[in-house]
């Protein structure tokens, strides 16, 4: 398997599956003499578990052993590579899908292009993957903290629900697909704030085409629009365009700071789709002679993972501003 590396200059690579002995990474990159701060490692995985009722009862310790990289807390300028041990383990829970490919997952994909796949949880393709995300991305939000830069995100769709407006008529929502045993997807908008001007390059690495790509490769995500998106689609020019004020900042933020793929001083506003679990109660699923069963999915999965999966876009967020600001240098 190729490809398991994120950025060109602040470059984080994962390993692991969802039910191996660890998971873990390499962070290259990093500056020397920062001191680290493990107390927000910590928070910026608490987030990821969550403690909604809607998210997995698979609650994992997530303790984080830095290997390298790392001497009496200050960072040496050298690779940072980390574990997190797999502790809540349940193979058996996948024992009546051993020979069989579930719709709407990675299971069939995998085989086809391997000829092979993890016989337990979703392998290398499982959401459990973005903790070393989260890792990565905690410590890329120390590094962009030097720089004044933060980023914040909110749910704002559930299903056809507007979170905001509507969280009493979302909430009821996901208790009756988690009493059905089905799932929710929604929308997550991510702000990234104080983000310096002239990051990107103008054709194949625009700032926004990275940013999707980031974003499109967290679990389940299936769309991504930066400021206005769709929306922007629908208006004339003369509506959409951005004007200017005099200190060279925009009266209005249309294009979510990016234009002509390089970032102009304002908010980076980006919005990223989710789409419903597949792994919901009782799936119809396709062993390899074609014969469909249906049958009970009795893995431990989220009814909705919008809750967990704030961090991971904020997460995937740091580590591209990060990168580009590495390369600017």
């Given at each position: 398997m190729n490809n398991n590396t994120f950025g060109k200059s602040f470059r984080l690579t994962t390993f692991g599956e969802s039910h191996s002995t660890c998971l873990g990474g390499i962070i290259e990159g990093f500056p020397a003499n920062l001191k680290i701060d493990y107390p927000l490692i910590k928070s910026e995985l608490e987030k990821r578990k969550s403690t909604s009722p809607f998210s997995t009862p698979r609650i994992e310790e997530d303790?984080?052993?830095?290997?390298?990289?790392?001497?009496?807390?200050?960072?040496?300028?050298?690779p940072i590579a980390f574990l997190i041990e797999n502790k809540n383990v349940k193979k058996q829970d996948y024992e009546n899908l051993?020979?069989?490919?579930?719709?709407?997952?990675?299971d069939y994909t995998y085989f086809c292009k391997y000829g092979i796949n993890a016989s337990s949880g979703g392998g290398r393709s499982s959401a459990r993957e973005t903790v070393c995300r989260v890792v990565g991305g905690s410590l890329a939000k120390q590094f962009l903290s030097l720089y004044q830069i933060n980023i914040e995100s909110e749910i704002t769709q559930i299903g056809q629900f507007d979170y905001i407006?509507?969280?009493?008529?979302a909430e009821e929502a996901l208790k009756q697909a988690k009493e059905n045993g089905?799932?929710?997807?929604?929308?997550?908008?991510?702000?990234i704030h104080n983000v310096p001007k002239g990051l990107g390059e103008p054709i194949?690495?625009?700032?926004?085409?990275?940013?999707?790509?980031?974003?499109?490769?967290?679990?389940?995500?299936?769309s991504f629009e930066i400021g206005d998106g769709l929306e922007s689609?629908?208006?004339l020019g003369s509506e959409d365009i951005d004007h200017w004020n005099q200190d060279f900042t925009t009266k209005t933020n249309h294009s979510g700071g990016v234009q002509g793929g390089i970032t102009n001083g304002?908010?980076?506003v980006f919005s990223v789709g989710f789409k419903p679990i597949a792994s919901i109660r009782t799936i119809r699923a396709i062993n390899p002679q074609g014969e469909i069963t249906e049958i009970e999915n009795n893995g431990r999965h989220d009814c909705c993972n919008l809750f967990r999966a704030r961090v991971v876009v904020e997460s995937m967020a740091a580590l591209t501003i990060a990168d580009f600001i590495k390369r600017a240098k």
């Amino acid at each position: 398997m190729n490809n398991n590396t994120f950025g060109k200059s602040f470059r984080l690579t994962t390993f692991g599956e969802s039910h191996s002995t660890c998971l873990g990474g390499i962070i290259e990159g990093f500056p020397a003499n920062l001191k680290i701060d493990y107390p927000l490692i910590k928070s910026e995985l608490e987030k990821r578990k969550s403690t909604s009722p809607f998210s997995t009862p698979r609650i994992e310790e997530d303790k984080v052993v830095f290997i390298s990289g790392i001497e009496n807390n200050i960072s040496l300028g050298t690779p940072i590579a980390f574990l997190i041990e797999n502790k809540n383990v349940k193979k058996q829970d996948y024992e009546n899908l051993k020979t069989l490919f579930r719709p709407s997952h990675a299971d069939y994909t995998y085989f086809c292009k391997y000829g092979i796949n993890a016989s337990s949880g979703g392998g290398r393709s499982s959401a459990r993957e973005t903790v070393c995300r989260v890792v990565g991305g905690s410590l890329a939000k120390q590094f962009l903290s030097l720089y004044q830069i933060n980023i914040e995100s909110e749910i704002t769709q559930i299903g056809q629900f507007d979170y905001i407006a509507q969280r009493n008529q979302a909430e009821e929502a996901l208790k009756q697909a988690k009493e059905n045993g089905d799932s929710l997807g929604g929308v997550i908008k991510c702000i990234i704030h104080n983000v310096p001007k002239g990051l990107g390059e103008p054709i194949f690495d625009k700032f926004s085409a990275t940013l999707a790509q980031a974003m499109i490769s967290i679990p389940a995500a299936k769309s991504f629009e930066i400021g206005d998106g769709l929306e922007s689609c629908k208006r004339l020019g003369s509506e959409d365009i951005d004007h200017w004020n005099q200190d060279f900042t925009t009266k209005t933020n249309h294009s979510g700071g990016v234009q002509g793929g390089i970032t102009n001083g304002m908010d980076v506003v980006f919005s990223v789709g989710f789409k419903p679990i597949a792994s919901i109660r009782t799936i119809r699923a396709i062993n390899p002679q074609g014969e469909i069963t249906e049958i009970e999915n009795n893995g431990r999965h989220d009814c909705c993972n919008l809750f967990r999966a704030r961090v991971v876009v904020e997460s995937m967020a740091a580590l591209t501003i990060a990168d580009f600001i590495k390369r600017a240098k």
